[in-house]
């Protein structure tokens, strides 16, 4: 645990090759298209997402009912989120923005889901309740479902694109930073060597002299 938090304390991010820099950040721009054109969808990586929302409902489920009932959307953020704050005391840039565009990508899926609480159109595994119908219905806003919906897919959509240009600034940085350490330790052995190669030459003139 403590070899873990270790890294906090570093100021340096992990570079990341130039490649795949540009690589990742442009499929995750193209993610973004084919989401756009999926709008109002599940996506291909809520096949990924399913299996923590259905577990999320059996773990929180010995909390009780109600959070049960939260337990499928919780553990959908949780993970990914959990995942996230690890890359970040890491300062593994790729990491953080994986995990954190996951993030987004998870608030889009919850956001299809709150949008379906009053039609209840969506297909559901084992054809079981529709977890928004309750919650909204339970809080007297099923009537806005299209709201909170909206809410929390524009809030999926600024951390999924906020990710892209963190990526990218961060990634670039981290590659400005390394360079300049490594110029740091060449100037430093360098100048070491230097003073050695002094500190020689004085011993041996004070030989000579005596």
Same mark, same amino acid.
């Given at each position: 645990m403590k070899r873990l938090f270790l890294d906090a304390n570093n100021p340096y991010?992990?570079?990341?090759?130039g490649l795949a820099l540009l690589?990742?950040? *442009? =499929?995750?721009?193209c993610f973004c298209i084919y989401a756009l054109i999926q709008s109002g969808e599940?996506?291909?990586?809520?096949?990924?997402n399913l299996p923590f929302h259905e577990f999320g409902h059996i773990f929180? &489920? #010995?909390?009780?009912? $109600?959070?049960?009932?939260? +337990?499928? $959307?919780l553990m959908q953020l949780i993970i990914p989120f959990s995942i996230l704050a690890y890359f970040f005391i890491k !300062?593994? $840039? =790729?990491?953080?923005?994986?995990? =954190?565009?996951? @993030?987004?990508?998870? *608030? *889009?899926? #919850?956001g299809v889901y709150i949008n379906d609480a009053r039609a209840l159109?969506?297909?559901?595994? +084992?054809g079981g309740e529709h977890d928004w119908n309750i919650i909204l219905g339970s809080m007297k806003l099923l009537r806005y479902?299209?709201?909170? =919906?909206?809410?929390?897919?524009?809030?999926?959509?600024?951390?999924? *694109?906020?990710?892209?240009?963190? @990526?990218?600034?961060?990634?670039?940085?981290? !590659?400005?930073?390394?360079?300049?350490?490594?110029?740091?330790?060449v100037v430093g052995v360098a100048?070491? &060597? #230097?003073?050695?190669?002094?500190?020689k030459h004085d011993r041996y003139l004070n030989r000579k002299d005596k």
């Open positions: 991010w992990k570079s990341v090759p690589g990742s950040a *442009l =499929a995750a721009i599940f996506l291909f990586p809520d096949n990924v929180f &489920s #010995i909390f009780g009912e $109600t959070v049960g009932l939260w +337990g499928g $959307t !300062r593994e $840039t =790729a990491g953080v923005f994986f995990s =954190a565009f996951w @993030f987004g990508e998870n *608030l *889009l899926n #919850i159109e969506l297909p559901l595994v +084992g479902d299209h709201y909170v =919906a909206a809410i929390v897919k524009s809030l999926g959509w600024f951390i999924m *694109l906020g990710s892209i240009v963190w @990526f990218l600034v961060r990634g670039m940085r981290a !590659r400005e930073e390394k360079g300049k350490d490594s110029f740091d330790r100048k070491s &060597s #230097i003073r050695d190669g002094s500190s």
